[in-house]
């Protein structure tokens, strides 16, 4: 078993501005002008080694709005192409794909804010970028980038770039020129939730998983025939991404997880459910280790326009991954919804908002 770490709730909250004398209280909305002091979960958080590490890190992600580090006029400077979409991808809401151009003849800007450190190999360099030192994949086809955050050195920005240029290996010259004209700024004065600067927003964003997780496995004893003489429950957690927790490899809740993804509509066909008063829809591809898999769409959606696409419309949404699906752990999959429930919710954006989604013609 990997070893359980404890990670209190005041280290987290000390991941904000070290000015500052606030303290968000579990359940309490951080207080206007201080978008980048995480909330508090509500239930003190056990992770493995490894994911205690970042979880600050990872906490204070959550307080930023990923698609405020593109500046959509500037990239239509720099990539020569007028916008198409601007949404997040289908892996974490951490994310924001910048679209420009129409299909045959498009740019694809893609950004990820995650850990980045756990892949680095011998490929990848770093390199210098308009002064700034940065991890660089030479082999990469779509000029694979890390930009770290200035709280780690192993989680930040995962930039990739694809196009017509970039399919036949040239030069990654207009990604450096976007990180130097733009994204070097935001990385060290990051856009927040707070701030309210694009919509429609998922009422996910903000919310943290682990603590839902946590809550809903608390009962969780798993099989003590597994368990040496003297050891107790493991109920160790462990992240992918800011919006992603599982339980960690060789815990009592391995079979558990809850991440916050974006769903295509057209493929949200399974069989439906209710599931803490909202209709969810089971997986047929339940995620990590679990046996059984629902997923809950959230509203707003948003239109988008991926790879030519025209009409599809897609929803953040809620996967929930159990051991089985006997009522022991449908009542786990209720306690999930109620912890997010309980969440605090992100300010509404203000009127003046970028628009994610679909912006092309």
Known sequence: MLPRIVVPVVAVLA????????VAVPGVPTPTGGGSQPVAPAVELDYDEETAAIAPAYARARTFDICAFHDISAAEEIFGKPVAALLPTSID?????????????????????????????????????GGRTIKRDPESTRCGTFVPSEDSDVV????????????????CEPLDRYLTDVVFARMDHPPTLQEGLTGP?????GKDPCSALAAATAD????????LPGEGVDRTLAMGAPYRCSGSNGSDIVDYAVNFTVLDEDEIVGEPIEIGGLTAHRADDPPGLSECGFVIPMEPGF?????????IKYHTGVEIGLATCDDA??????????????QPVAPAPRPDAQRLGRLGG
């Open 201 to 205: 927003r998922s009422p996910l964003l």
């Open 303 to 311: 239109e988008g326009m991926k790879a030519g696409e025209s009409g």
């Open 329 to 342: 752990d449908m009542a786990r999959a209720e306690k999930v919804v109620q912890d997010l429930q309980g």
């Open 15 to 22: 991941m904000g501005t070290t000015a500052a004398c606030s």
């Open 93 to 129: 809401i951490a994310t924001c794909d910048l679209d420009l151009g129409t299909f045959g003849d498009a740019w694809e800007i893609d950004f990820a804010y995650t850990e980045g450190g756990a892949r680095f190999g011998e490929e990848w360099a770093t390199v210098q970028v």
């Open 156 to 171: 930040g920005l995962d930039i990739e770039i694809n196009g017509p240029d970039i399919v036949e290996k040239e030069s």
């Open 220 to 227: 969780v004893e798993g099989d003590p025939e597994y368990r």
